[in-house]
Structure formats: structure tokens, C-alpha cells
């Protein structure tokens, strides 16, 4: 698997093909950016609501904010109904900085979402599933690609009628997590019917390219090579692999798994910082969004636990970038992240906080009735 290669998305040139997922609460600006610079081929706003892009919130506006220095950059939106989501795309792509292909959110599995028809409940019904992507793709002029998920229940899988309906509507891309929407992080990803999705895409395309994105525990280069292998993807998109964890993109595309040094963590962290402060401001509001950011950062290096405490409630911008200097400067400058691969092992398995925060509103506070 050539992860280089670039790949032509209905007329969007994606420069490689390990993309970073949307991430309710992380993929912001900054942290696109600092995943951009680790070499992402992909970068996603996180999911937003169509009906919540009617109402001009602040939160709204932050969310759809792209960096000039952003090269490309995805949507993804999700709605209750083809009308809805289409007149949500349409919103969207009226703003000043325009996103350059939009994806259609099919594996949200937050209550509220679900309840309203949105995210993975849209996988129960594979008509409306290509309807949604007919929808979108009349709205607006950038790509549209779909998310989803293996099914909403465990005993009934839809992925491949919904792949069907995908293909045949004509989306440019289909991401599969390898997960039903009643599944946690703990259940195993399914390979085999992540394939086969892609294999009814591919039906249905009729000899048209439709790129497939295989989703779920992607950790490294191992368990990338390892989605190639078994779902036969042209791409991974990762997601809990790069929290704290930006270098997770280069050790895919240069297929080198070597954790960075204490003195190059220290450089891309502090960068990260950089960004974050450019965007947000240097302030209380950017310390307690950068607060999650500091603690998956830290894992695996000496005294990560021991510090979490104190890194948990950090007040100011500036503490945390002297507290960043300290703890690295405790450290042996040429030590690797994940001395012990055991640990690294353990910290890429489900974490229960995630698994909370799906029945929360995990970053979708825009939604509005
Ligand atoms: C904090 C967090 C936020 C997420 N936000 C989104 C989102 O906005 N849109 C989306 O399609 N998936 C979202 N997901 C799901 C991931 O994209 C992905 O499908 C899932 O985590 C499986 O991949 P993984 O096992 O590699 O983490 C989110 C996951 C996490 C942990």
C-alpha cells in the first residue's frame, strides 16, 4: 500500500491518503493545522448540524473557521432529512472561506443526534441514505462523500444496501468505521463487512472511482497496514490515533513507526500551542480548550500520571507552556515517547471517557431545534 499517493476526489487533489477524521471538540483550526503539518492529506472541521447552520452562533462560526494557512479542508454535516441537510450545505458553502468537499455525517451515534433522525440513525434506511447524498450533491459544488457505520444494531448490518445507495448517488467517497452504532470502542472493528461495503460501492459505481476510506482503531503503522489488508481501502481516516498524537501521520506515509524524541515533542507541542493562541487567543477560554489536548500529549513519557492533576486544571496559556518547558526539560532530550511499546499498546485500547461522552453532546452544542 503506497499511503503517498496522491488520489483526485472529484476534482480535489488529496495530496496522500492518510486523512484525519472530524472530531467533535478537537478538530479545530490549530489542530488541523499541526496534523497538516505532520503530513494528514485530509482534514475535517468536525460534524455539523445542517439545521444548527441557519442560526449565527459563536460556536458556529468558531467551528467553520479555516486557517489561511489550511491547504484543503472537509465539512461534514449531518441532518434529518435530504431538504434539511441540502439547505444546511448550501448555508455552509455561502460563508467567506468555503470548504473544499463535504461529507455527510452517517455514524454519529450521540442520543440527541440519533433521536432526531441524524448521524448513524440515517444507516437504518439505505434509500435515504443515497437520497441524502443526491441532496447534497445538487446543493453545493465541492465533493460529496459519506460516513458511516456498519449498521445501527448488531444484529442487523446494513452496510452493504447502504453502500449500494451511496455508489449509485454518485458520492466521490465512502468512509466505513467498522462498527454498529450500538457497538463501543471495546468491540472488535469488522473487517470483513467494512469489505464488504466497499465491494457493493463498487458495484453500484457502475466502473466510476469511488474511494474507500476504511475507519477504526488505526493506531499506527500496523494496524493501517493491517485495515489495507483486510477491507482492501484505498485510505485510512484516523481518529482517537491522533489525539496527542500527531506524528501518527508520518509514521503511516514514511511507514516508520519511531516516536519522536522528547526535544522534537517539545517542538511540535509548543507549534501546536502556537496555533492554538494565534486562533484562540492567549486567554482562560484557549487554556481550558487546550487543557485535553496537554494530557493525551504527555501520555507515554515518565511522570505523564503524576502530572495529570495539576495539567488538569491549568488556568493560562503561558503556565502551560512553562509547564510543557519543565516536564521536558526533566527528561533525557533524546528519549523516545513509549519507551515501553506495552504502554503504548494499552493507551491505543477503548478509553471509558469516550465512551461517556458519546451519550453527551459531544460538540454538537450548535444544534439548534
Ligand atoms: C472525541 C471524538 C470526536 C468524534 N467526532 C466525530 C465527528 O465529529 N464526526 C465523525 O464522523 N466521527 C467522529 N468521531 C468518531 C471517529 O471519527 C471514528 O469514526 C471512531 O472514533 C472510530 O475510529 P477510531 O477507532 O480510530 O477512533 C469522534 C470520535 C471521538 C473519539
Given amino acids: 500500500m503506497n499511503w503517498n499517493e496522491p488520489f483526485d476526489l472529484g476534482g480535489l487533489r488529496v495530496p496522500n491518503r492518510v486523512l484525519l477524521s472530524p472530531l ?42 479555516r486557517d489561511a494557512a489550511e491547504p484543503i479542508l472537509g465539512a461534514q454535516i449531518t441532518g434529518p432529512s435530504p431538504e434539511i441537510l441540502a439547505e444546511g450545505a448550501r448555508l455552509l458553502m455561502e460563508r467567506d472561506l468555503p470548504v473544499d468537499t463535504l461529507d455527510i455525517n452517517m455514524g454519529c451515534p450521540v442520543k440527541k443526534i440519533v433521536s432526531r433522525g441524524c448521524g448513524s440513525a440515517i ?37 452493504e444496501p447502504v453502500c449500494e445507495a451511496l455508489g449509485a448517488a454518485g458520492a466521490e467517497m465512502v468512509i466505513i468505521h467498522g462498527r454498529t452504532r450500538d457497538d463501543t470502542y471495546g468491540d472488535a472493528v469488522q473487517y470483513d463487512q467494512i469489505r464488504k461495503g466497499f465491494d457493493a460501492v463498487d458495484r453500484a459505481a457502475g466502473g466510476k472511482k469511488i474511494w474507500k476510506i476504511g475507519n477504526g482503531n488505526v493506531f499506527d503503522v500496523e494496524s493501517a497496514r493491517k485495515m489495507a489488508e483486510e477491507t482492501g481501502c484505498d485510505g485510512v481516516l484516523i ?30 507541542l509548543l507549534r501546536h500551542i502556537d496555533y492554538h493562541c494565534a486562533f484562540y487567543g492567549e486567554g482562560h477560554y484557549a487554556a481550558i480548550r487546550f487543557r ?21 486544571v491549568m488556568e493560562s496559556m503561558g503556565a502551560i507552556r512553562e509547564r510543557i518547558r519543565a516536564f521536558a526539560a526533566a527528561l533525557p ?37
Fill in 24 to 65: 467533535a471538540g478537537v478538530s479545530d483550526a490549530p489542530f488541523r493545522r499541526i496534523c497538516q503539518d505532520l503530513g494528514a492529506g485530509l482534514t475535517y472541521i468536525e460534524m455539523l448540524s445542517a439545521a444548527g447552520m441557519a442560526h449565527q452562533t459563536r460556536k458556529t462560526d468558531e467551528l467553520v473557521a
Fill in 123 to 159: 444507516v437504518r434506511d439505505p434509500a435515504m441514505a443515497g437520497e441524502m447524498v443526491r441532496a447534497a450533491k445538487a446543493a453545493v459544488n465541492v465533493p460529496v462523500t459519506a460516513k458511516i457505520r456498519i449498521g445501527f444494531t448488531k444484529n442487523h448490518l446494513t452496510v
Fill in 239 to 268: 481518529s482517537r490515533g491522533s489525539l496527542g498524537n500527531p506524528w501518527v501521520f508520518r509514521q503511516i506515509l514514511e511507514n516508520d513507526e519511531t516516536q519522536p524524541t522528547v526535544g522534537e515533542w517539545e517542538d511540535v
Fill in 292 to 312: 485535553k489536548h496537554l494530557l493525551w500529549y504527555v501520555k507515554g513519557y515518565p511522570g505523564a500520571k503524576a502530572a495529570k492533576p495539576e495539567l488538569s
Fill in 333 to 369: 532530550a533524546d528519549l523516545h515517547r513509549y519507551p515501553d511499546m506495552e504502554e503504548r499498546k494499552r493507551a491505543a485500547e477503548a478509553d471509558p471517557k469516550f465512551e461517556m461522552d458519546r451519550d453527551h453532546d459531544r460538540g454538537v452544542e450548535h444544534y439548534e431545534e
